[in-house]
């Protein structure tokens, strides 16, 4: 069992810059995959970024490749997500995630964190 808690969502202008981290609970943090994932209002929950567990595969969303850094601490059993120059169009709940692969599927989810990105 994982538990994931998100912190450091807030409201921000556009082009400015938010830290996500995303604290884990179980022994076993190092072995999953980690992901953040973002649902804007009225819309579908969407991946963002996700990170292996030895943290040298590292894949990201087109929509924030460039702009957005996922790394993780396996020793403080944390993931975090470095947001620069954020747009208005990156407002949305997000959301940590775990699992074995994330390619077809979440085992655990945070509850999230909603960044604001004023214009």
């Known amino acids: 069992q994982v538990q994931l808690v998100e912190s450091g969502g807030g409201l921000v202008q556009a082009g400015g810059s938010l830290r996500l981290s995303c604290a884990a609970s179980?022994?076993?943090?190092?072995?999953?995959?980690m992901g953040w994932f973002r649902q804007a209002p009225g819309k579908e929950r969407e991946f963002v970024a996700r990170?292996?567990?030895?943290?040298?595969?590292?894949y990201y969303a087109d929509s924030v490749k460039g702009r957005f850094t996922i790394s993780r601490d396996n020793a403080k059993n944390a993931v975090y997500l470095q947001m620069n120059s954020l747009k208005p169009e990156d407002t949305a709940v997000y959301y940590c995630?775990?699992?074995?692969?994330?390619?077809?599927?979440?085992?655990?989810w945070g509850k999230g964190t909603l960044v604001t990105v004023s214009s």
């Open positions: 995630a775990a699992d074995h692969s994330l390619l077809s599927g979440v085992s655990y």
């Open positions: 179980g022994r076993t943090f190092s072995s999953y995959v």
């Open positions: 990170i292996s567990w030895s943290g040298g595969n590292i």
